[in-house]
């Protein structure tokens, strides 16, 4: 049976490091809200799941896994679950253990990426905290993005290129998306720490060079980066 993806249809966001792990290992899968209501798909199909009382719900937010009768939700769960079904983790336990721990630091990461464009409150619109964006943002470029940078490339460097293994993991798919992320959103700021992190430079590169991988980005399921997601390019956060 095809594993089942629930997140929102029209934005990479959280849910884009699931759809990269299933698409790098071609398993089969169903994008369900991105589907025709009739085929049992679209945005209902997610918020009645979120809303489940059985079967590990209810659930706080997507994306969303189901595999029979499992169903799990945080990226980083999902991931840990995927792993080793896909193949994109390590046999041993203490291999797996690192990539938990390293896709948790990915996701500190992304959630401060996702807070320079809304540094008060989700629930407002990026205009309605604009001057509170920029000095976020200011401090994130300073000070965030060379300390996360910095720390994977000490990984990969630890590790031969890779962040856990001698093989594509999904935490260098993650690795690859957040470079990819921030190529989008902060072209600027990463062009500026790129000579001092060439290992994460060529994982990104190495990744997107993954037949599976390359065929993705270059086709529809590939949602476009955009203003609605988590990484967002606002040239006023994001100075030459």
Sequence with gaps: MAYELFYW???QGRGEFVRLALEAAGAPYRDVARLPAEEGGGVRALTALLAETGGGGPFFAPPLLRDGSVTLSHTA???QYLGPRLGLVPHDEASRLRAHQLQLT???FVLEVHDTHHPIASSLYYHDQKPEAARRAELFIKNRIPKYLGHFERVLD????????T???YVDLSLFQIVAGLGYA????LSRVAASIPRLVALHERVAAVPAVAAYLASSRRIPFNEHGVFRHYPELDPA
Excluded: E, M, R, W
């Design 9 to 11: 249809p029209s934005i």
């Design 106 to 108: 990915v996701t500190d």
């Design 167 to 169: 093989a594509l993991s």
């Design 158 to 165: 630890s590790n031969a290129g890779h962040a856990v293994g």
């Design 186 to 189: 902060f072209p600027n700021a």
């Design 77 to 79: 769960a999902i991931l």
